[in-house]
């Protein structure tokens, strides 16, 4: 019986990672140089997205890890996993967290969301220059990057801060 569950459990866990492989192929690559994205799409200034409390965020790391998490106020992951990214984010000094708002027509969506789950991190808003470029195919998404700007780590789907935590490692 044991060793039954022992060998399910590892089925799964394989199933699970081919999965998230999968569906991060879409994603930028780890190792990816934030800075290097911005030079080949100089029409996106991600220096200075504007934010839901009307001003304005960078997207480069500033000098801490950074988590870029994407989301959409209508997706029903992105309710069950932000408040995961909220308590790491409440935990944890050395971590930035920016989450960016897509795909919403009226800014009330976001501070819907962004009041419903109580976020205390900025909150940009993204746009379709901000997904291309972000390489961004579903949602919730993110990216931690280091000190450096470099991609680390890379998801999509949901997240518990365990898994939050260990990818900013």
């Given at each position: 019986?044991?060793?039954?569950?022992?060998?399910?459990?590892i089925?799964?866990?394989?199933?699970?990672?081919?999965?998230?492989?999968?569906?991060?192929?879409?994603?930028?690559?780890?190792?990816?140089?934030?800075?290097?994205?911005v030079?080949?799409?100089?029409?996106?200034?991600?220096?200075?997205?504007?934010?839901?409390?009307?001003?304005?965020?960078?997207?480069?790391?500033?000098?801490?890890?950074?988590?870029?998490?994407?989301?959409?106020?209508?997706?029903?992951?992105?309710?069950?996993?932000?408040?995961?990214?909220?308590?790491?984010?409440?935990?944890?000094?050395?971590?930035?967290?920016?989450?960016?708002?897509?795909?919403?027509?009226?800014?009330?969506?976001?501070?819907?969301?962004?009041?419903?789950?109580?976020?205390?991190?900025?909150?940009?808003?993204?746009?379709?220059?901000?997904?291309?470029?972000?390489?961004?195919?579903?949602?919730?998404s993110?990216?931690?990057?280091?000190?450096?700007?470099?991609?680390?780590?890379?998801?999509?789907g949901?997240?518990?801060?365990?898994?939050?935590?260990?990818?900013?490692?």
């Amino acid at each position: 019986m044991l060793r039954s569950f022992a060998i399910q459990a590892i089925i799964f866990l394989v199933a699970f990672q081919l999965i998230s492989f999968l569906r991060e192929t879409s994603m930028l690559s780890t190792d990816t140089v934030l800075t290097d994205l911005v030079t080949t799409n100089l029409h996106v200034d991600i220096d200075k997205v504007p934010t839901l409390m009307g001003e304005t965020v960078s997207l480069n790391a500033q000098g801490k890890t950074t988590i870029l998490y994407f989301f959409a106020p209508w997706c029903q992951v992105c309710h069950a996993s932000i408040g995961n990214l909220q308590a790491l984010y409440q935990k944890n000094e050395q971590l930035d967290v920016i989450a960016i708002a897509m795909d919403f027509t009226e800014n009330k969506e976001v501070m819907a969301f962004t009041s419903q789950h109580q976020l205390t991190f900025p909150i940009a808003l993204g746009n379709e220059a901000i997904k291309h470029i972000f390489e961004i195919s579903g949602y919730p998404s993110y990216y931690v990057l280091n000190e450096e700007n470099v991609i680390i780590g890379k998801s999509m789907g949901y997240s518990s801060e365990l898994g939050l935590y260990l990818r900013s490692l």
